[in-house]
């Protein structure tokens, strides 16, 4: 009877396994289809090299550059929010917060990956831009910089969460050995702990970008709905998660050359997120190597 059920729950997790993997190839297969059928009639180079992306335009320019500067834009200035507070949230909490406000205090900052994204973007607009207006004149009433900034406070728990779930995991005994040579609690933090932990730090980083470049209803709200190739934070700009969203909920024809443009912008997202997280994989089994 014990065989039965370790043999149903194998299969079980099996099948999970095989779905995931199901689930992902049909999305590639689906973009990979419907993005081949627009490099058809429009040139891979133009789409990587023009500096213009007006394909709803009645002169239609087809270049993804302005889309990925916008994605870049914002996602970079979220990672500079988010990355800072949150390594500090998780030190504070792993070495220096008693463990009564430790259990308190991090189900409380989990909680703000739980509000819904599109609060995060009306935020954004009617309070964090009038704020920074008021010390930046110039700032367009949609821009990158207040979707950054609110894409930051949204990732924070991303980033503080599971990096002070991997600092807590490193050995007491590292601890106790640097205390033993004479280190402060503030190196024995930053000299051996972070880098002990260094590896889960980097995947919850990963989590982090991945998230921020994914990330639709802020910046679809918050940053416009201009495409240009800008690293100006001040101005409005349009992101390709954006663009998806415009483009699925207006009145393009289905089939058409224009539709096909948010397959085209999917798939490169796409790639490009594969790249980083590929990128990113190899950085971590680089430091899991060098601390084991």
Known sequence: MQKIKELVIERALLASSLITIAVTLGIVLVLSIEAFQFFSEVSIFDF??????????????????????????????????ALP????????????????FRKTIKPILELLASIPTVVYGFFALIVVTPFLQQFIPSLSGFNSLSAGIVMGIMIIPYISSLSEDALHAVP?????ASFGMGATKLQTAFKVIVPAASSGIIVSIILAISRAIGETMIVAIAAGQQPRLTLDPTVPVETIT???VQVSLG?????????????????????????LNTISYKIRKKYQKKYE
């Open 85 to 100: 507070i949150g390594l500090t949230i998780s030190i504070y909490l792993s070495e220096y917060a008693p463990r009564s």
């Open 242 to 244: 954006a663009y998806i």
């Open 172 to 176: 007491r005994s590292l601890r106790e």
């Open 251 to 275: 009145d393009v024809q289905h089939g058409s050359l224009e539709y096909r443009t948010i397959f085209a912008a999917g798939i490169t997202l796409f790639v490009f997120t594969f790249l």
């Open 48 to 81: 990587f090299t023009d500096t213009q992306w007006t394909p709803l335009f009645t002169e239609k320019h087809f270049g993804i550059l302005p889309l990925l500067s916008g994605t870049l834009l914002t996602s970079f200035i979220a990672i500079a929010v």
